[in-house]
């Protein structure tokens, strides 16, 4: 059996490509890309159309960066599965328990990301992982929990480029009041959505390194129709407790 070199060559320019857009999140032009790996800009521009028909890439303004395709399908499982690795069975656990919905999210990139979660099917009636999970945070506890763990300057950014909840979180259209409301996040230690104002009742609480520092966020989810004030603590404390086990194995005390 005898290997086209051309086409070898060729798939390792196309990896060489993709490693280099990964790097530089703002993404880079076609001649920036060309002049990298001394090849002819035509070849370049054949390279990336591939990519993006396959939708590893995308092209905004003359610039290719990733895609979010690409990083879901391979970037997530690399860069987060020692994380998930640790959490799945807690998770499965933690869904057996409380017979409803978990998720697991961390921000990466500006985004809120779903490393996995657990569906219960203990109800005939069940609230679905996170079906947007690319939507702006504001409007959900795992993403307001990211957030109130955001530094400044981070959050700065974050608003930047979408702007305040306005609506979406107790109609918060300052910074001032941003941080006021990311604050009590992180001084309650769980976030939650009002159940009369939604279909799904959701609450998240915070996974935390040694230093404090955020590592992602343990949600849950159930139809607002099953939701009693009751069930509040349950859940909070069926929740944080989950978080601190991961926590710990994390931190290798476990």
Same mark, same amino acid.
């Given at each position: ?96 328990? @409380?017979?409803? !919905? ?33 939507? @702006? ?104 407790? !989950?978080?601190?086990? @991961? ?8």
């Amino acid at each position: 059996m005898f290997l086209d070199i051309n086409m070898v060559n060729s798939v390792v320019k196309t990896f060489n490509i993709l490693e280099y857009i990964a790097s530089h999140e703002s993404g880079k032009r076609l001649v920036a890309i060309s002049k990298e790996f001394t090849i002819n800009p035509p070849t370049a521009h054949n390279l990336l159309k591939t990519l993006l028909e396959l939708g590893y890439v995308q092209k905004k303004d003359n610039l290719y960066s990733i895609s979010d395709r690409f990083f879901d399908a391979f970037v997530t499982p690399f860069k987060f599965g020692y994380l998930w690795k640790i959490a799945e069975p807690l998770l499965r656990a933690l869904s057996d328990t @409380i017979k409803e !919905t978990v998720v697991l999210a961390v921000y990466h990139e500006g985004k809120r990301r779903i490393v996995g979660g657990h569906v219960s099917h203990q109800h005939s009636v069940i609230a679905p992982i996170d079906p947007e999970a690319e939507t @702006i945070m504001y409007s959900k506890p795992t993403g307001r929990v990211l957030l109130a763990h955001l530094d400044q300057t981070e959050l700065r950014a974050y608003v930047e480029k979408n702007r305040f909840p306005g609506p979406a979180w107790d109609n918060i259209t300052t910074f001032e009041a941003l941080d006021a409301g990311c604050q009590i996040v992180r001084r309650n230690g769980y976030s939650m959505n009002d159940p009369e104002k939604n279909e799904i009742a959701a609450f998240a609480v915070p996974i935390l390194r040694k230093d404090c520092t955020l590592v992602a966020a343990l949600g849950t989810y159930l139809p607002a129709t099953r939701y009693q004030s009751d069930i509040k603590q349950l859940l909070l404390d069926a929740l944080r407790g !989950t978080a601190s086990t @991961i926590s710990l194995k994390l931190n290798g005390h476990i």
